[in-house]
Antibody, heavy 119, light 110 residues
């Protein structure tokens, strides 16, 4: 079955960078769009970014545009999120999610990796 | 990229039916057939319950159904059960090639 395992979360100071990874298994990774979605403590879901199946296009929420970069390595079935210039507002659990096909709606989610931005 | 509007909470007794609404704009809910609903229990990852407005993934109970009229989508849960108590989120694809979520609705089964 579909498995998504996020890693790379942790505690980081404001202004620093962090790179999240998501290892995918159980499906044809190179055939599906992928998303990153985050959830701040006690808050709702916020979409962060998405990438097409072949990496040809990336899409971002306004709040992270210019700071975050989504990428994928289809040869390694891995999704990444490079996060730069982090602020305390970026503190959240970050979920990796597989789309049903394109990038219209996350379908299957990983368990998430927590990111805390604090001095 | 304003969040879709959901009521903060809804409640119902076992066996009853409830509906949760999700209001967007003509740039998201109103212009695409890509509305989805997610169920999230505390401390767990969200689970897809409805996609493409009214389609159920394999394994999701037929007590869950979705619909849309104009800029507002709805999730209906019939025959409420204790395990349905959770937070529910809607999402929509947008004309800007992004995805937007609702603020979430807490369902309490009395």
């Amino acid at each position: 079955q579909v498995q998504l395992v996020e890693s790379g979360g942790g505690v980081v100071q404001p202004g620093r960078s962090l790179r999240l990874s998501c290892a995918a298994a159980g499906f044809s990774f190179s055939s599906y769009g992928m998303h990153w979605v985050r959830q701040a403590p006690g808050q709702g879901l916020k979409w962060v970014a998405a990438i097409l199946f072949d990496g040809s296009n990336e899409y971002y929420a306004d709040s992270v545009k210019g700071r975050f970069t989504i990428s994928r390595d289809n040869s390694k079935n891995t999704l990444h999120l490079q996060m730069n210039s982090l602020t305390t507002d970026d503190t959240a659990v970050y979920y990796c999610a597989k789309d049903r096909g394109w990038v219209a709606a996350p379908e299957t989610w990983g368990q998430g990796t927590p990111v805390t931005v604090s001095s | 990229q304003s969040a879709l509007t959901q009521s903060a909470s809804v409640s119902g007794s076992p066996g009853q039916s409830i509906s949760i609404s999700c209001t967007g704009t003509s740039s998201d809910v109103g212009s695409h057939g890509y509305v989805a609903w997610y169920q999230q229990h505390p401390g767990t990852a969200p689970k897809l319950m409805i996609y493409d407005v009214n389609r159920r993934p394999s394994g999701v109970s037929n007590r869950f159904s979705g619909s849309k009229s104009g800029n507002t989508a709805s999730l209906t849960i019939s025959g409420l059960q204790a395990e349905d108590e959770a937070e529910y989120y809607c999402s929509s694809y947008t004309s800007s090639n992004t995805v937007v979520f609702g603020g979430g609705t807490k369902l309490t089964v009395l």
